[in-house]
């Protein structure tokens, strides 16, 4: 059984207090991530959550889902997918958006048990996610809370690559430029023409966020991505003279 008080687990220059020694390796292991490798030598975790609200700090994690991806291409089979007790009622207002009921999550495990396994589910690879910020907040939050570290593991957004991939297409064209783009993953994968999946689903849209990175990589800069370097440079934001 996994013992509810925080043992000290030592790593060379990583001294912190921890139950999950994975946070603690993958820490090591993203110390000095090499980012000029080929992009598919890297493996990635691309994550969604569903929420009870947007605010960290009085809404909570109802459902987690995960898809792997390596190679460049999804693994179909490697997927994480839990619905989780909250501490708090259930918000009807959620529910309309994920439609998961309170009855769903009565009887779903508590994060407590859902984060090791969600850690172990990670691994050493990097995160992808749509808007992936908002989720990281709400998963670190919970992670410092429980188990007294976040995650230190790369992230990439897929909002963000979106947002530069337009940029690139309408360079030079000023006068055609799209105002009215939306970034909102199921609009996305339509403009895109990418199978369309379930939404406010967190391992459907774990699948369509996975789509649409794979579909952004091999796009963005005209497909002349090679390296993870490469696909950082790619998403910076361009300044306009």
Same mark, same amino acid.
């Given at each position: 059984m996994r013992q509810r008080f925080l043992q000290r687990l030592r790593l060379p220059g990583l001294h912190r207090e921890t139950d999950l020694p994975q946070l603690l390796q993958m820490r090591k292991h993203f110390r000095n991530l090499d980012q000029k490798r080929s992009l598919a030598d890297y493996t990635f975790c691309v994550v969604d959550t569903e929420l009870t609200g947007l605010s960290p700090r009085r809404?909570?994690? %109802?459902?987690?889902?995960? %898809?792997?991806? &390596?190679?460049?291409?999804?693994?179909?089979?490697?997927? *994480? *997918?839990?619905?989780?007790q909250?501490?708090?009622d259930l918000p009807k207002r959620s529910t309309l958006v994920h439609r998961i009921t309170p009855t769903e999550v009565a009887h779903a495990p508590r994060l407590r048990t859902v984060l090791p396994r969600f850690i172990d589910f990670?691994?050493?690879?990097?995160? %992808?996610?749509?808007? %992936?910020?908002?989720?990281?907040s709400f998963l670190n939050r919970a992670l410092k809370r429980i188990h007294g570290l976040p995650?230190?593991?790369?992230?990439?957004?897929?909002?963000?690559?979106?947002?530069?991939?337009e940029e690139q297409?309408?360079?030079g064209f000023y006068d055609q430029f799209k105002m009215n783009v939306s970034y909102h993953l199921p609009d996305l994968a339509e403009a895109f023409g990418l199978p369309a999946f379930t939404a406010h689903h967190?391992?459907?849209?774990? *699948?369509?966020?996975a789509y649409l990175f794979l579909f952004?990589? &091999?796009?963005?800069?005209?497909? &002349?991505?090679k390296t993870l370097q490469d696909l950082h440079n790619a998403a910076k934001p361009r300044r306009f003279l």
């Open positions: 809404d909570e994690i %109802v459902s987690i889902g995960a %898809v792997r991806i &390596r190679g460049l291409r999804i693994a179909p089979k490697d997927t *994480f *997918f839990t619905l989780v909250p501490r708090m990670c691994d050493n690879s990097l995160i %992808v996610g749509h808007h %992936v910020g908002l989720d990281m995650l230190n593991t790369p992230c990439l957004d897929t909002m963000r690559l979106a947002r530069a991939y297409l309408w360079e967190a391992l459907a849209d774990a *699948f369509q966020t952004l990589v &091999r796009k963005l800069s005209g497909g &002349r991505l």
